[in-house]
């Protein structure tokens, strides 16, 4: 994409998560991996991006096309917002495509956080209505360099545009709750903040024109969606796949769980953490598990009550940001049994704690 003229990445997700561990730590939260990802694989399923130079768009057309999902440019920098946005994004939606907003980012003018609330205030903020999909932080080549006299890196060293990036990044996520998609080049990635690893919790949305999406950025090993051409025949905008299936795509425009478990075996005890990651309180929050490995349960801390290999609680509150401990004690495993270990369910996440007997 460039300037006024472009589209964004995506990718998080929700559902849920599993980890096993050999006796030591295991985490779960509501993240499911990234759909399967690095070369395609099989049909993967299409989808547009426009901008306020696509112009009128017969989203009815795109939709019969079996296009799924569309990226619309809302803002950029701290002064530019999209005319067209608004019959934009939600003829996408009307239409019964997934939607998405992208913004424009100009590192030079202004701070990370800052361009982040722009765009959170101006069409970027997401809402959990299962056609929303995360919002889009589109850094690429300066297309202004003519005018502002900067390189394509805007200006920047590699060390603030990565401190850029990760300012609007965690505004972002603060505002919303969702990890944003970056979209950018493998080129402009490497030149402009040195192959920076530290961004691959986020969905990439790489841009590549050509028949292959090729090299990825280092701390990816997937990329979520890629923008293969800058228009196509027939539809409107940028021509864009998503890496997965549709209802893996669906996935991402799901509300995140609330909570994040992790665990620990340490001899007969199982401890486990769960915390909110959202802002605003949980309650009433179920948490079960049910030990294997010839096991029996010994003994809970309060709020839990057990029998046999079975154990209930409930975690009547837990403020925003904050985390509690659960204990459960187990008698010895049977003889026979070569790995001992316990499967928790702690509302929507699901988590496996393993360790050996022997």
Not at 237 to 246: A, D, P, R, Y
């Amino acid at each position: 994409m460039a300037a006024a003229a472009i589209a964004a990445a995506l990718a998080s997700g929700t559902g849920t998560a599993q980890a096993d561990v050999s006796a030591g730590a295991a985490v779960g939260d509501v993240r499911a991996a990234p759909a399967a990802v690095g070369a395609l694989h099989g049909p993967a399923v299409p989808g547009v991006d426009v901008s306020n130079w696509t112009g009128e768009i017969d989203w009815g057309s795109v939709a019969g096309s079996g296009t799924a999902f569309a990226f619309v440019y809302a803002s950029e920098g701290l002064d530019y917002v999209n005319e067209r946005f608004e019959a934009q994004y939600g003829g996408a939606a009307e239409a019964g495509l997934l939607r998405g907003a992208y913004h424009f980012a100009q590192p030079h003018e202004s701070g990370g956080t800052a361009q982040a609330d722009f765009f959170v205030d101006n069409g970027g903020a997401w809402t959990p209505d299962g056609k929303t999909l995360p919002g889009v932080l589109d850094v690429e080549d300066n297309p202004y360099n003519n005018r502002n006299g900067l390189n394509s890196c805007y200006g920047l060293d590699k060390q603030k545009m990565v401190a850029w990036i990760g300012d609007f990044t965690r505004r972002y996520r603060q505002r919303t709750g969702r990890d944003a998609i970056i979209y950018t080049t493998t080129s402009w990635w490497r030149t402009c903040t040195g192959d920076s690893p530290a961004f691959g919790r986020h969905p990439l949305w790489l841009a590549r024109w050509g028949a292959e999406p090729g090299e990825l950025p280092a701390g990816w090993t997937r990329h979520t969606f890629w923008q293969s051409a800058d228009r196509g025949r027939g539809l409107p905008g940028g021509q864009n796949s998503f890496n997965g299936t549709l209802s893996q795509l669906k996935l991402l425009a799901r509300p995140r769980s609330a909570v994040k478990a992790t665990g620990r075996v340490t001899g007969n005890t199982y401890t486990v953490t769960v915390a909110n990651t959202t802002g605003k309180p949980v309650t009433a929050l179920k948490v079960s598990g049910r030990t294997f490995g010839g096991q029996k349960i010994a003994k809970v801390g309060e709020g839990c009550r057990f029998s046999g290999t079975a154990v209930r609680c409930t975690i009547a509150r837990l403020a925003p940001g904050a985390a509690t401990r659960l204990t459960i004690v187990t008698r010895p495993a049977a003889p026979t049994a070569e790995t001992k270990g316990m499967k928790i369910t702690v509302g929507t996440v699901n988590l496996t704690l393993t360790a050996r007997t022997r």
